[in-house]
């Protein structure tokens, strides 16, 4: 593949094969990263027994990027699998910001605003808090 900021990578063809490597290794590294979780997990987790008749969810550690981050350095499988699911979240948004970059190199004002709109619209929705 061409030079990144090259004249010549921008033609249409080329930024449609980088977005599409960049989803595919997105997906892939957020599958390698929960499945090394889940090897951690079941590896210190897999001789209990679980209790079907109350529900208990996930820790406060993994509900948040700060816990997440610091069970990941303590090894914790659940915390890696919890980065996994973050890593796969953040595979499209990358996708949209980099298009930003795509449209905007091509000097395509309509689609700079509207794929800005929707960047907006999603990290909105992920740091407003509203919805639960």
């Keep these: 593949m061409k030079k990144l900021f090259s004249k010549t990578f921008w033609q249409e063809r080329d930024v449609e ?6 989803l595919r290794w997105g997906v892939i590294s957020a599958s390698v990263i929960a499945f090394i979780g889940g090897i951690i997990y079941l590896y210190s987790n ?4 679980p ?10 550690y993994v509900r948040h990027l700060p816990g997440i981050l610091h069970g990941v350095f303590q090894l914790d499988g659940m915390a890696i699998i919890q980065l996994g699911v973050v890593v796969l979240l953040a595979t499209p948004i990358t996708r949209i910001a ?5 449209f905007a190199m091509e000097k395509d004002v309509l689609y700079v ?3 800005l709109i929707v960047l907006s619209v999603i990290t909105f929705s992920i740091f407003s808090g509203f919805g639960g």
């Design 17 to 22: 094969m980088f977005i599409g490597q960049q």
């Design 46 to 49: 897999g001789k209990g027994v």
């Design 51 to 60: 209790s079907y008749t109350e529900f208990t969810g996930a820790p406060l």
């Design 98 to 102: 980099f298009s930003v970059l795509a």
């Design 113 to 115: 605003i509207i794929t």
